[in-house]
């Protein structure tokens, strides 16, 4: 389906026919309404962000007509959002099923061990999953981890002593057995998480160059690393927290933490708010097992707002460049970025 016969549907600008033709093609394939949400929903919010940006603009200096009609232009973009809500109604249940039956068709694969041997001095097992892999590690204890992509957890062959210990690095989602008599280390680079029963998402990649804590139950003390096996803490969280590490000090305490958000990439999805650019380009990297050539560095001057679910890198880049200035080619597994000069 030609895409642009689809955003003349979006802004009611084609005939009876090709809005038949449109809806036939929607109809015939759960990708196909999938990618023509996407693309309505990033219409509608790019537009309503330039109608914003221009009244804003204009309030202390247009004249009251101008304001008046701007303010109409808006309405009219709501009203057309509402339309076309109404418009994908009939499919709008069939789409949410077959999100549900794909998840479940779709379950997150179960991880191997990659190092073959346990490390024999340390009697441990290094858990690692490339890019483009998420997957699920059941550990000694029956706490379950849920590795992100190029993530590395290394825990021994079996707890042992008066604490569960682990090495982590990458981003996962805990879920560990409480035991108030036996709790869990898991040591980042920028410091220490302490457990003894609860569910959190720890993400901490070289890259960021800081470790972040979000806490969905229970609770977790945050500590440095020399206070390891020690009392002193830095700080404790309560549900709906995150915690900021970095170079073994607490550098940020968010209360009221987008949970959901934190946690969203374990449900295949990937969330951009406001996101800058290189940092786009690092998640696809790691989601997609890709690699991204930049070939105009003003790429990076954009910031990127979207939520994409189970898209493969082209679909997504074909996204990012209908709503913004940024063009790409792909060639084998390599995206080439630059600015579109048209």
């Not at 805990?174 to 008599?181: R, S």
């Not at 996101?275 to 991204?292: A, D, K, Y």
Request: hydrophobic share 40%.
């Amino acid at each position: 389906m030609d895409k642009g016969l689809i955003i003349r549907f979006i802004d009611g600008d084609c005939t009876d026919q090709e809005k038949e033709q449109v809806l036939s093609w929607i109809g015939a394939d759960t990708r196909n309404k999938a990618y023509f949400e996407d693309l309505r929903n990033l219409i509608i919010k790019t537009k309503l962000a330039s109608y914003d940006t221009a009244i804003a603009e204009s309030s202390a200096k247009a004249p009251k007509e101008k304001k008046s009609r701007l303010g109409r232009i808006a309405r009219l973009a709501l009203a057309s959002a509402a339309a076309l809500a109404l418009i994908v109604s009939v499919l709008s249940n069939l789409y949410l099923a077959g999100k549900v039956r794909d998840a479940r068709e779709n379950p997150l694969e179960v991880l191997k061990v990659l190092d073959g041997e346990s490390l024999r001095d340390m009697r441990s097992i290094v858990y690692h999953t490339e890019k483009g892999v998420r997957s699920r590690v059941v550990l000694p204890d029956g706490s379950v981890v849920v590795l992100n992509s190029d993530s590395r957890l290394t825990v021994p062959e079996s707890f042992s002593g008066n604490y569960r210990e682990c090495d982590f690095s990458g981003e996962a989602y805990f879920d560990v057995v409480p035991n108030k008599d036996f709790p869990m280390i898991v040591s980042t680079a920028n410091g220490v998480i302490e457990v003894l029963g609860t569910k959190f998402n720890l993400r901490s990649y070289a890259s960021d160059g800081a470790t972040s804590a979000t806490l969905i139950s229970g609770k977790i003390k945050i500590k440095a690393a020399g206070d390891k096996y020690s009392d002193r803490y830095l700080m404790e969280l309560k549900p709906k927290e995150t915690a900021i590490l970095r170079d073994g000090r607490a550098i940020k305490h968010i209360v009221n933490a987008d949970t959901v958000r934190a946690t969203a990439w374990k449900d295949g999805l990937l969330i951009f708010d406001a996101t800058p650019m290189s940092q786009v380009i690092s998640e696809l990297e790691r989601w997609h097992g890709c690699n991204f050539v930049v070939r105009d560095s003003s790429v990076l001057n954009y910031n990127i707002t979207a939520k994409f679910d189970s898209k493969s890198v082209l679909e997504i880049m074909d996204m990012i460049r209908f709503c913004s200035p940024v063009d790409f080619r792909m060639a084998n597994d390599t995206v080439y970025l630059k600015i579109s000069r048209k």
